[in-house]
Structure formats: structure tokens, C-alpha cells
């Protein structure tokens, strides 16, 4: 395969001991998924911190096995990279979303955004940026309604490769975010020379707060840092009313968790989005 790098596929692979017998089984069953249709999309809403209100959503891929049941994307979005389908799935994820997202806009008669996930590996890919353009010429969609989430890691593998993706995404108005932001290996010099516009606050940073002093601590210096370089700030997975006091008190506007909305259907999407839900 072209796709080479060994050192990347030793740090990302998450099979360093090679696929269990299982994953095997699993992977046999995503291109018969494929093909029957089996994979969907759900939608996670984005509120206002301070009103509630929805600004956007974020697509979250699910896998209805006739007889496995919800495959979660932990199992699946792994081997799909690692066989390189995940090129395939995030293709049709995103210009599924456009499509997906059009339709918001028309029922709720107001701007709203759409986050998409773009793995490492459909990031670094040759047609990545033909498969944007097709999913904006597609949908129709204007490319700022467009959210592309990134993580740290995929920025680091190429760095200079990174840039030139990133520069050409920007071009078509898309913003970029930056996922997990905290856990990656990263380095606080690409906020500086890359076009980012969002940071998304790990869960793993919310999910003892109010109570733990260092995570608050994480928290008020991710957003001290967001303010300073005027970017915005997402905090994922607030749970409890605590979490979205502490949260919206130092300044984070948007939030994404269980409290304001699970991932869920297109048509429970638009059902939220009708409701007026105003803190
Ligand atoms: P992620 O991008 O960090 O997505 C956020 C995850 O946090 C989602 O898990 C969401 O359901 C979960 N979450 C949101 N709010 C809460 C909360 O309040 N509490 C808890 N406990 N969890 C919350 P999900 O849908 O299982 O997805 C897991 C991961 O799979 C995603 O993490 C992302 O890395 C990957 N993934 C999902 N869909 C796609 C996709 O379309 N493409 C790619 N490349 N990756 C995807
Ligand atoms: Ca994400
Ligand atoms: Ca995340
Ligand atoms: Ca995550």
C-alpha cells in the first residue's frame, strides 16, 4: 500500500498486539455493513452555554448490526482506519451531514452548523479535499456551516503536509476544530500557525468538575488561552447542571453532553431543534 509510515501506524494503531480474533470477525461483517446499509448517523447537539439554544450539531457515526445490536464507533471507527474503509464511511458521513444539515436549516429557518470527524487517516488522504468539494457541491451547503474536527495527532503526523490540507480547507470557509483538545500530543505552537478557529475541551477534563482542582484548573486555562487567541471553545460531555454552571461561569459558550442533548436521530434532532429550550 502507499499508506506507509510505520512509526504512524505504531503510535496509532490501536491493535500493537495485531487484531484479535474477534476484531477479524467484526471487520468481516463492516463491508457486508457497508453494503447493506447498516451504518447511520446520529446528531449530538451543540447549545449556547447561556440560553440553550442549539447553534449546531455534531455527527456521530452508529452501526446497527441485525444481531450484534449498536456497534459503538470505539469498536468499529479503529478497524475501519486500519483497513482504510474508515476513507469510504467518512466520505459518505460527511456528505451525508451537508445533506442532513441542509434540511435543519430549512426547518429551523436560522444559521446552524454541522461538526464532522475526519480521521487521521481521511485527513492525510489524496482525494480528502475532492471528497469536501463533493459534499459541498452536493448538499449545497455553504462551506461556513462547516465544522471539521481534527485531533491533535493527525496535525502532528505531517505537520507541513498538515498546514497545506488545512490552508485549502479554510479556503472553502470551513472551520477547523480541534478535538479532545488536551490530550493529544500536541504543542501550543500549531494554535499559532495553523487556521484553527475551535477547541473542544476533552470529557475527561469535565467529567470531575466542579470538584477536581486541577481539572477546573485545565479548564480555566484552556479558556483563558481560547480567549487570548479569539478562538471558541466547545466543552464536550456536561452532565450534570454543576458541570454547566462551573463551565459557563468562566466563559465557555458552547456546550456538548447528555445535559443538553444525546446523540441522537435526524428526526429527534428536528423535534429538539423546534423546542424552545431557553435556561
Ligand atoms: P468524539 O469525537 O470525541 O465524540 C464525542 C463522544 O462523546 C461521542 O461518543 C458522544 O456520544 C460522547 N458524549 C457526548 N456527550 C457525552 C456526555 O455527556 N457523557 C458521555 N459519557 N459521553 C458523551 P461516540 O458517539 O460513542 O463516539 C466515540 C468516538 O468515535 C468519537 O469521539 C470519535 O472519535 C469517533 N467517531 C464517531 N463518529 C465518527 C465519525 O463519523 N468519523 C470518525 N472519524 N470518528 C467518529
Ligand atoms: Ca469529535
Ligand atoms: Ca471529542
Ligand atoms: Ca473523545
New binding site residues.
Partial sequence: AKDTGKARCLIYSPRLNGPSEHDISLEAAMFQAVREGEFLLYY?PIVDARTRQIQGF????RWKHPTLGLV???RF?PIAEANGL?NLL?AW?LKAACVQLRQFQEVAQRALYMS????PR?FRNDKFLDVLDDALAFSGLSGDSLVL?ITEGTLMIDPVHAEAILVKMTERRARIAI??FGTGYSSLAYLKRFPISVLKID?TFIKDLPESSKDAAICNTILDLAKHLNLSVVA????TEEQMHFIESRGCHYV????TGK?MPAHAALAALSEKTYA
Avoid: F, K
Fill in positions: 449530538q455534531e455527527t456521530l457515526m459503538p464507533p470505539v471507527i474508515i467518512g458521513a464532522v470527524n475526519i480521521s481521511q474536527e478535538d479532545d470529557r464536550e460531555g456536561v452532565e456538548q453532553g447528555y445535559l446523540p
